[in-house]
């Protein structure tokens, strides 16, 4: 034992004096408590006034008066991303888009949602499905998709969906829907396909959205390898379609006007009418590249189109899960008369006339479907994307809450160790204060 | 706040043991009248909780906890005396350079492990005890133990005798 060391330990303490510090521990327990209260009240107040304004965001404004651009550069949805209908409101879209990945929520080879960006800013948001097929449409001014999906109830059928982005309202057309195939240019109609529950026969109808009116076009057997139907709406209503190797155009009103066969030709899009609605281009279905061939609207004969530059590659492979079967994707027109189109991950603007295509926006490789609303195109103004950071708003709550979870649980795990401790503590038999030594 | 029973009474009855503690923390008057101040208003603010366990545990342990706590450190830098250049001499006035060598010997310390040994050789408490006191591992105790005792040896040889090594070894 160190007996020395403790001898003059024990010395060394009897110098002491015996501080007499009883009023002065008072006053300053009393300060400190005022401190403590006083910084307590500081934070409620802070807390007080930033909760408020942080739980009440700007609402983001409806492109009122601004014209819907298209980004340069499309980026996923972050995980997490707000709804479509969340607050605040998207107010419109220039782009909705779906494909594979984990962005796109579900598994990897199922997605649950498909991506919005702003009309004009690059907010980006999701829109849930559910693990139905089918795909999104969005409205020429980019603030109402359409869509099939399953509503809650005893009936499980698909229904069209339309989401309006600038109220987050939701409403659901009368009768069934598998598909929706076309908007008509002033957003008023909506052609839709309708596949029977078992599978074996499919409808194509135009309804009115306001109030659910439909005309119905045809009916066929949807034999095992049949086509999908693809189908574009002309700038002054008229309709094209083409189903069962038969392209057809009706009036508004579904009455024929011309139809005549297509053999390998297919659709190309909802941009397949020209601007003057004289020809519809058409790609034939075996066909590697994106080469369109422009047929008269009145006498079904192919005839010469636009002088567009040629979109080059094969691209056979680029993108999978397109109605059709179609490469690439006819989007839409400017005013100038370029065509855009989706190929290769990549919007590419035609300009009639030019050597080559343009860049017009960039699509990430997951990207498998895209639509762009009729305004964003038609105005041609193009910003600087800016894609979300991979964590979205919705993911950055619950890892908050998370975050906080385990802060309370560590504390918790503290504030018990720490009273077992004390009990330890108190239990200690203090020599100097009970032994020999006090 | 008003005053709480029994609070008088017990800082009367205890502040001269606690002195003698606060002073063998820290080797300095001032700064122990300074540290017992502090622990007593801490005290004094959980009195009602306290007051029926064991109060005086509660001072001790407030006491270890604010001086080798980060922030008192920062308010009250330590002093470190010069090191002496002879050890003390065994001759009649062995008694008083012993003395001066020892308060020089514990300045030399860092406030854990000064701490450790105030708990260790003063209070005698084991080693697990003086980890639940300090709020450390049984661990942490041991090195500072070691690391105090080794610059103990260092300055004041004649301090540390043979019999050390058994305390080291002492039951947890």
């Known amino acids: ?438 | 706040m008003a005053e709480v029973d029994g609070f008088r009474e017990f800082v009367r009855e205890r502040t001269p043991a606690l002195s003698r503690h606060a002073y063998l923390l820290t080797g300095d008057h001032q700064l122990a009248e300074d540290l017992l101040q502090s622990a007593l208003a801490g005290t004094y603010r959980h009195w009602r909780r306290i007051a029926d366990s064991n109060p005086e545990a509660y001072v001790r342990q407030a006491m270890y906890h604010q001086q080798v706590s980060w922030w008192r450190r920062r308010r009250v830098p330590e002093q470190l005396a010069a090191v002496p250049h002879q050890p003390a001499l065994a001759d009649p006035a062995e008694a008083t350079a012993l003395r001066l060598t020892m308060t020089q010997a514990l300045s030399r310390l860092t406030p854990k492990q000064r701490a450790v040994i105030v708990l260790r050789f003063y209070e005698d408490l084991t080693e697990a005890q003086a980890a639940d006191v300090l709020g450390c591992r049984i661990g942490t105790v041991k090195r500072h133990a070691h690391d105090a005792l080794r610059r103990l040896r260092e300055v004041a040889p004649d301090l540390i005798d043979s019999g050390l090594r058994r305390v080291e070894r002492s039951p947890r």
Do not use: C
């Open chain 1, 1 to 438: 034992m160190t007996m020395r060391l403790q001898q003059e330990l024990r010395r060394e303490a009897a110098t002491a004096e015996t501080y007499d510090v009883y009023a002065r521990s008072l006053v300053t327990a009393r300060r400190s408590r005022r401190r403590a209260m006083a910084s307590w009240a500081v934070v409620v107040a802070a807390l007080a006034l930033v909760v408020p304004l942080a739980g009440r965001p700007e609402p983001i404004p409806v492109a009122d008066g601004e014209s819907p651009s298209l980004p340069d550069r499309l980026g996923l949805p972050a995980y997490g991303s707000l709804d479509a209908t969340a607050y605040p409101h998207l107010g419109a879209a220039s782009a909705l888009f779906g494909g594979f990945g984990t962005r796109f929520g579900g598994f990897a080879d199922d997605p649950d949602r498909y991506g919005l960006a702003g009309a004009t800013t690059d907010r980006y948001r999701v829109l849930r499905k559910g693990f139905t097929d089918g795909s999104a449409l969005l409205s020429p001014d980019g603030r109402t998709v359409a869509d099939a999906a399953t509503p809650d109830g005893p009936d499980r059928r698909a229904v069209i969906r339309l989401t309006d982005l600038a109220t987050g309202r939701i409403s659901w057309l009368p009768g069934t829907g598998s598909r929706a195939v076309a908007w008509s240019p002033d957003g008023r109609r909506l052609a839709i396909e309708d596949v029977a529950a078992d599978g074996r026969s499919g409808a194509l109808r135009i309804l009115e959205v306001a109030d659910g009116r439909a005309v119905a076009l045809v009916t066929y057997p949807r034999d095992q390898g049949a086509f999908e139907v693809t189908a574009a709406f002309a700038p002054d209503g008229r309709f094209a379609y083409v189903q069962d190797f038969r392209a057809h155009v009706v009036d508004a009103a579904g009455t024929e006007l011309l139809t005549f066969p297509a053999g390998a030709y297919l659709l190309t899009g909802k941009g397949s009418w020209t601007p003057d609605g004289r020809s519809f281009a058409m790609v034939k279905r075996t066909d590697r590249g994106w080469t369109p061939h422009w047929f008269d609207a009145s006498t079904g004969r192919e005839v010469p189109g636009p002088a567009l530059p040629a979109v080059p590659g094969d691209l056979s492979g680029d993108l999978v899960g397109l109605p059709g079967d179609a490469l690439a994707h006819l989007l839409g027109w400017r005013r100038d008369g370029t065509a855009l189109v989706f190929a290769g991950h990549r919007v590419l603007g035609l300009t009639p006339g030019a050597a080559a295509p343009a860049t017009v926006m960039t699509v990430p490789g997951q990207v498998q479907t895209l639509d762009l609303a009729d305004q964003a195109i038609a105005g041609g103004l193009v910003r600087p994307g800016d894609p979300p950071f991979a964590i979205g708003p919705r993911l950055r709550i619950w890892l908050a809450g998370l975050l906080l979870a385990v802060l309370l649980l560590v504390l918790w795990a503290r504030h018990r160790r720490g009273r077992a401790r004390w009990r330890r503590v108190a239990a200690v038999p203090w020599r100097t204060t009970n032994g020999e030594i006090a």
